[in-house]
């Protein structure tokens, strides 16, 4: 990290005030694995190459991160008409080149704007007829009544689960319990704020699945510690673990919950990214179909994100959160951190309407609705193909056993790394999969992330990786890369 | 605010976790003037207004906040041709209805990510060739050396000056020395980090003028209490005061950072918003010509933003931030900062590049580069025009007096309000000048913000109030209506 910066001479008699000294422990102590060493490494081996550097491979990929449209994914074109038409100061030009049912949308957004003013603040929980658009989508999918005042549209889901932990965490006493493993935006906000993780392990025997003995295990043992357990996060479909919840699983969550009064917070930002013969459910819905009294009870944010489904649209910012059964004072102070923070980005707002909203066959032409699924469709069996490619494939890997990616946009294969490698590794003052994960991107290019960073059982080693190269061929060309790196690690240290 | 939420009603034996004795006290305590009692009432009035409730004005206006576009202000259209055709998936289409010279401003930004995939996350600093559009922007302006790598993309200013905040404040015991009257999302930040303000109050008798022994009174009285001042902000142009400063002010600010090795934070996001005979200079250019030992020594984080200037793009979201002459560990937590908080949006991003580097003469066709400098100027003019607009007509009015609006985007003036109303405010719980703003609010649909939410000296009361209105006659109405209302007010109560 520090190879970035330029090395900074301050006159003899000066010291900086700002230092790792006087600004708060927490922010040195957060660590943020996928966006830590790997992403480090890799940028500074662009630079190179960028100067001519030779590497023994053509570029790097990126299989670390969500990204889906920087590995080669084709945004919707019909929601890029709607937001090219928004922006432009010439919406009748517009007309001459995108659809006309596009354009039309562009215009219903822009009525709801005084002077057609996209470039305006919006109010501070975002655009009214927007938020409308999330408040119809969450009623049809989960056949609930969504009171719209619940609902703010944030830039990305990040926002506002930042937003939440923030304010469930008062001091280091405060926990909140998380799957592991997990999406490592959990720990990082957890330690920036000073609470404390409560880990409860999701079973690598079982498909990743929720074991509700572990839950109680994970509580009791926080409580004994003298920890108020405050919140669980529920990640559905699972970051990096890819299973899929049923809806029994979700039941004994929310009784589990109202057993304990937490909170439940529920990442649901890969809803659309199902591979296998399973039916999403959110925690919204599943907390309705129980009934009374979790339905009037369980306190409740869903979280959603315009970045991963089938749209993919990571630099737009766009996302939402839903709150259900609060304190009045938990919108409030939502509110007012969203008051500070300013509103969400407009271009990410209207394509959070978008995703709640798409076209459908009443609503649009037959042209321009076949477009819209087509497109969709490729790109769910895209990402359909290469996960069950990347699970076969790793499987076959000597040491590498990876579980069925369900969903969502990883597998989190575990990797039996030799005695002595691992031996190696320490002595190095590295975690054996942080080792592993180096030395293949330093041979093939390929960004992995270890497991480490989203925590794993004691003495097991993992990584991350993810299904989004839109080429075939690319795909299976960087799986064959980590299966040679591999055969030819445990020949070596066998 | 509680009117816009259903009330909850629990089921008996249970109590929602989250509720005001269990949530951050910091969160209850903090306020954010601008976006408070007076948007709260006028959003309460809208709803009416939708539901066909009659009031005594046909419209609200919106002269409380610094939102352009929202009262008539037009984007500049080779800025939006660039970004709406960066969105969509046809550039080529784009040239049939956009100037070659924004298409090709389109096809450098694309041309440098994969896949021309702007919908991908960027970098976490930003895009690299923006940020070098940036380092020349600074370097241009200032004659400086500027290290791209101190610069980071912000969703606006704010997103920058929340992190500088966030690492400037340990606790209690650390204070931020802040102008009063300040911008209150100052106020609001330093309280949600549970920091301490310190006040060093602006000369109204001299233009808002900033006094040397202002500056030392209030850091000796902070120190005398054992606060540990970490940091001083300066706001040039002035918000809400609209002063700019001279020079050799910048150098006296610079010499006592420097004399109590403090951290400089330089919220410059109206530096294109002058109206008077000043030229602006940015804290950067003033530490540069000091020199030694201030150029090595003296640390920096200055703030810019596309919401404001000529383009006034409230509603994107983009900004930046420079670091100078500071400790490698806090671009690191910046980094960390920005690494969870996920990269700037995208059209924000593309937004600071054009407002960094916009077209030239030498750079684009005469006709484009002309239209852009006609735009800019009429923008330019409407806001002088309306600046001295306003301090003629609330200089006219009896009661109250208001300073030159030299910069910026506001007046601040001074009303003084008779002892009797001031009494009926303080029975009603309410302060003078929220009471004043408040009535003004029902009974002419005018939207200004009290001076209690900038800070004011004890026993005086202002209003802020933008010059944003496009349309002349509607300014001119608008200030008639305050100066009614006020002899009103000043006869009723004398």
Redesign the interface.
């Given at each position: 990290?520090?190879s970035?910066?330029?090395?900074?001479?301050?006159?003899r008699?000066?010291?900086?005030?700002?230092?790792?000294d006087?600004?708060?422990s927490s922010?040195?102590r957060?660590e943020?694995a996928v966006?830590g060493a790997i992403a480090e490494k890799a940028?500074k081996m662009q630079r190179q190459m960028e100067d001519e550097v030779k590497f023994p491979f053509e570029k790097i990929i990126q299989l670390n991160?969500g990204?889906?449209?920087?590995?080669?994914?084709?945004?919707i074109?019909f929601n890029?008409?709607v937001?090219?038409?928004c922006?432009?100061?010439?919406i009748e030009?517009?007309r001459?080149?995108?659809s006309s049912d596009a354009v039309d949308r562009a215009e219903y957004y822009l009525s709801h704007?005084?002077?057609r003013?996209?470039?305006?603040?919006?109010?501070?929980q975002g655009v009214r007829c927007i938020m409308r658009e999330v408040k119809s989508f969450i009623e049809k999918r989960d056949g609930v009544n969504v009171?719209e005042?619940?609902i703010f549209l944030t830039?990305?889901a990040?926002?506002g689960i930042?937003f939440m932990l923030?304010?469930?965490?008062?001091d280091e006493n405060d926990g909140i319990m998380i799957p592991i493993p997990q999406y490592p935006?959990y720990s990082?906000?957890i330690t920036?704020f000073e609470g404390t993780q409560v880990p409860y392990y999701l079973d690598e025997s079982k498909g990743w699945g929720m074991s509700f003995e572990e839950l109680e295990r994970s509580y009791a043992e926080a409580t004994d510690k003298g920890i108020n357990v405050?919140?669980m996060v529920v990640i559905n479909p699972g970051n990096p673990t890819g299973q899929v919840l049923a809806q029994e699983d979700l039941n004994r969550v929310i009784q589990f919950a109202?057993d304990k009064?937490?909170?439940l917070l529920a990442d649901e930002v890969y809803q659309r990214n199902i591979y296998v013969d399973k039916e999403f459910c959110s925690v919204r819905k599943a907390i309705k179909e129980l009934g009374?009294?979790y339905d009037?009870?369980v306190?409740l944010a869903s979280f959603h994100s315009l970045?991963k489904g089938l749209h993919?649209?990571?630099?737009?910012?766009g996302g939402f959160l839903e709150l259900h059964?609060?304190?009045?004072?938990?919108?409030?102070?939502i509110?007012?951190?969203k008051?500070?923070?300013?509103?969400?980005?407009?271009?990410?707002q209207i394509g959070v309407g978008l995703m709640a909203n798409p076209p459908t066959k009443d609503t649009v032409s037959k042209e321009v609705f076949d477009l819209y699924q087509t497109q969709e469709q490729h790109i769910h069996d895209g990402l359909k193909y290469r996960a069950n490619l990347i699970t076969e494939k790793l499987n076959s890997i000597q040491g590498i056993t990876c579980n069925e990616i369900e969903g969502a946009m990883y597998a989190f294969p575990q990797i039996k790394l030799p005695q002595s490698y691992c031996d190696l590794a320490h002595q190095e003052g590295l975690s054996p999969d942080l080792k592993y994960c180096l030395e293949i991107l330093d041979k093939t290019g390929i960004m992995i992330v270890p497991g480490s960073g989203f925590g794993q059982e004691e003495g097991t080693y993992h990584f991350r990786i993810t299904n989004l190269v839109?080429s075939k061929s690319e795909m299976i060309k960087a799986l064959d890369r980590i299966g040679e790196f591999t055969s030819d690690l445990m020949s070596l240290y066998k």
């Open positions: 990290m520090l970035r910066i330029s090395i900074k001479y301050f006159s008699t000066y010291k900086a005030s700002l230092n790792k006087t600004i708060p922010i040195i957060s943020y966006r940028l991160i990204n889906p449209q920087n590995l080669g994914q084709k945004p074109s890029r008409e937001l090219a038409s922006l432009t100061n010439d030009g517009s001459m080149i995108f704007f005084k002077h003013a996209i470039g305006a603040y919006t109010d501070i009171d005042n619940n830039n990305g990040t926002e930042t923030n304010l469930l965490i008062k935006m990082a906000l920036k405050r919140s109202h009064q937490i909170f009374s009294p009037n009870d306190e970045s993919g649209e990571c630099g737009l910012r059964n609060i304190d009045s004072v938990v919108n409030l102070a509110y007012k951190f008051a500070v923070a300013s509103c969400g980005n407009i271009i990410g839109d």
